[in-house]
Each structure stands twice: as structure tokens, then as C-alpha cells.
């Protein structure tokens, strides 16, 4: 199965810094990843499809890129709502397998 | 509204029985791939279960051969029926579908919470 390793574990930012969270994966997945975000009490939300579409009523301020085997989620100003739990998955193989997740606090 | 609704979780023993449902609204859960996800509890994501638009089915090595997802179509549900529980298994169930489109489980459920425990 692939394997995703997500970078780093916690991210401690303030509001109005810029975020980057890493994800790598043990083979490449083309370009099938996605990004979640999972808030305390809550399911996890779509935010990026295809390593770099916003989800539908994402703001403009997430973005993803990469492709093959390392990719990155970027908030550019973070908000106060944006402190959670990301997970990257990939959606090349069975398993669909998803990264260990990194949590952003707020410093 | 496009929505997924779990329920049937709760307590049961080692070595017990639950089936969980999932309600869709608003899409059809026989033209998708419909998906189970578990959380432990202060953990991350694990994808359990899978079952494609034309029927087939796939499961995480972890449940092979305990768990069995299903689907009804008249009822537009998903349900995983859930065998010989474990204590490693307590964990919130999502349902989710997996959008051809999109590549990614773009609709989740609430969850449900299914603890094995004596």
C-alpha cells in the first residue's frame, strides 16, 4: 500500500501567517491527492482534489500543489477558523490510504 | 441537500455484532463508490471499506472477513455489518462518497461511534 508521511506533525502559527504543510507519498500518485480538514467534534471537509482544485466553497486562501510523490498545502493567511487537523489521501491505489495528518495551532 | 446520515453505533463486547447505517440524500448511493472511514479515538483517518457503483466490494486488511459493507437501493442506504469486534475496532465511523469527478471522498456523514468494550 502507499504510504503518505505527513510534514510537520504540529504547525504553530499566528493569524495572518502563511502555512505550509507537506505530504509525501512512498511511490507516486500522479497527481490523485487530496487535502482534509478536520476540526474537533467534526467529520473532515474536501478542500483539495487533484493536488491543486479547491473544493467547492473553499476559500482562495488554500492552494495545493505538487505531483508524483511530494505535495503541498498552503493557507496564505491564516484565519483564526483555519487551526485543525489537515490530511493529505491518495486516491491512485487500494488502499486509499491517508497521511498521519498535522495538526495547526494557534502559537 | 446532498447529505449522509450514520447511525447504529454503541457499545458492544469483544467478539460482538453492529450494523451501521448510512442514509443519502440528495445523490444515489448505486451510482457512486461508497466508502467507510474510522477514527480512533485521538487518531487519525483509516479508510475500512469500500463497495463501487456496480457492486463490488474491498476491505482493508484489517476487516477482512469480519466486516461486510452493503447497500440497499430502494432505501438509498450503506450499510457495514460489522462481526467478531475487537477492542482495536472502537472508533467513529463516517460513511463518505468517493466522487468520480473529483478523485476525493467529497461528501462525509457526522460519523457514528462504535465502542467494544466488557
Known amino acids: 500500500e502507499i504510504v503518505l508521511t505527513q510534514s510537520p506533525a504540529t504547525l504553530s502559527l499566528s493569524p495572518g501567517e502563511r502555512a505550509t504543510l507537506s505530504c509525501r507519498a512512498s511511490?507516486?500518485?500522479?497527481?490523485?491527492l487530496a487535502w482534509y480538514q478536520q476540526k474537533p467534534g467534526q467529520a473532515p471537509r474536501l478542500l483539495i482534489y487533484?493536488?491543486?482544485n479547491r473544493a467547492s466553497g473553499i476559500p482562495a486562501r488554500f492552494s495545493g500543489s505538487g505531483s508524483g510523490t511530494d505535495f503541498t498545502l498552503t493557507i496564505s493567511s491564516l484565519e483564526p477558523e483555519d487551526f485543525a487537523v489537515y490530511y493529505c489521501?491518495?486516491?491512485?491505489?487500494?488502499?486509499?490510504?491517508f497521511g498521519q495528518g498535522t495538526k495547526l495551532e494557534i502559537q | 441537500e446532498v447529505q449522509l446520515v450514520e447511525s447504529g453505533g454503541g457499545l458492544v463486547q469483544p467478539g460482538g455484532s453492529l450494523r451501521l447505517s448510512c442514509a443519502a440524500s440528495?445523490?444515489?448511493?448505486?451510482?457512486?463508490?461508497m466508502n467507510w472511514v474510522r477514527q480512533a479515538p485521538g487518531k487519525g483517518l483509516e479508510w475500512v471499506s469500500v463497495?463501487?457503483?456496480?457492486?463490488?466490494?474491498d476491505y482493508a486488511d484489517s476487516v477482512k472477513g469480519r466486516f461486510t459493507i452493503s447497500r440497499d437501493n430502494s432505501k438509498n442506504t450503506l450499510y457495514l455489518q460489522m462481526n467478531s469486534l475487537r477492542a482495536e475496532d472502537t472508533a467513529v465511523y463516517y460513511c463518505?462518497?468517493?466522487?468520480?469527478?473529483?478523485?476525493?471522498?467529497?461528501?462525509w456523514g457526522q460519523g457514528t461511534m462504535v465502542t467494544v468494550s466488557s
Open positions: 489521501q491518495q486516491r491512485s491505489n487500494w488502499p486509499r490510504t
Open positions: 487533484d493536488a491543486s
Open positions: 511511490q507516486s500518485v500522479s497527481s490523485f
Open positions: 463518505a462518497r468517493d466522487s468520480i469527478a473529483r478523485h476525493a471522498f467529497d461528501i
Open positions: 440528495g445523490f444515489t448511493v448505486s451510482s457512486n463508490y
Open positions: 463497495i463501487y457503483s456496480g457492486g463490488t466490494t
